[in-house]
């Protein structure tokens, strides 16, 4: 259901995806990995829609061909990503709603590695918060629940005062089995396919209302 105006949202902290839920990545992301499917011969549509919310590496074992080395694929896929910036922008709404955030009231939560992490996040404009977790500090990417419980503990706040934000099945898979309200970002997914999730378009109907002294972030949908 898409949250109507007036829907009140009540956290001590807010942890966001990066692609796809503050950053729109996805020309970025097609033109390289549509490159390396290219050169493989592998038909980019047959797990273009799976790749959104997952680990580079988790994407390239489910459709390497026998004749590769993950590791390798991955790597060349990296390092192509370092440097595909064009067109990477923030998603409508993130800029203002990030800079109303209290500093220590939010953490970037992302199946990217770190280097990709700023490389997308300064394209895109926005700033880095004191959490990060990438795909460097877990074992299990999503839908594993591992990385939003590490986000947590660093933050010291507990599940039911977190509020996840996700646009991808993977990801909204892992924000609630972390415990955590989850809302889905209508961006990679059309509205259709988010039956049974609480989704909004874009952050651009979202704001803070007020914080409390100790910390209690307030937003409403207007």
């Known amino acids: ?31 390289v990995w549509g490159r390396w499917a290219e050169r493989h011969g592998i ?22 061909p026998p004749h590769l080395d993950a ?3 991955v790597q060349s896929i990296d390092s192509d990503e370092l440097v595909e910036t064009e067109g990477i922008v923030p998603i409508p709404g993130a800029v203002g709603l990030l800079a109303a955030l209290p500093r220590g009231s939010w953490a970037l939560v992302t199946s990217a590695q770190l ?3 700023r490389v997308r996040m300064a394209a895109a404009g926005l700033p ?11 074992r299990e990417g999503k839908p594993n629940p591992a990385c939003y419980r590490l986000a947590m503990q660093r933050m ?10 996700e646009d991808a099945a993977a990801g909204l898979a892992a924000g609630h089995a972390a415990g955590c309200r989850t809302i889905a970002l209508a961006t ?3 509205a259709k396919y988010l039956d049974g999730e609480s989704w909004l378009p874009d952050f651009s109907s979202l704001v803070v209302d007020c914080v409390d002294p100790d910390g209690r972030l307030h937003l409403r949908v207007c």
Request: with cysteine; hydrophobic share 40%; aromatic share 4%.
């Open 1 to 31: 259901m898409r949250l109507p105006s007036g829907t009140e949202i009540s956290a001590c902290c807010l942890l966001f995806d990066m692609d796809g839920t503050l950053v729109d990545s996805t020309r970025a992301v097609e033109r």
């Open 43 to 64: 038909p980019f549509a047959d797990f273009s829609h799976t790749m959104h919310g997952r680990r580079a590496i988790d994407t390239m074992r489910a459709i390497i």
């Open 71 to 73: 590791d390798d694929e």
């Open 115 to 117: 280097p990709l992490v």
């Open 128 to 138: 880095l918060p004191d959490v990060v977790v990438s795909a460097d500090d877990i």
């Open 156 to 165: 010291g706040c507990r599940a039911e005062d977190a509020v996840v934000f």
């Open 188 to 190: 990679t997914q059309t």
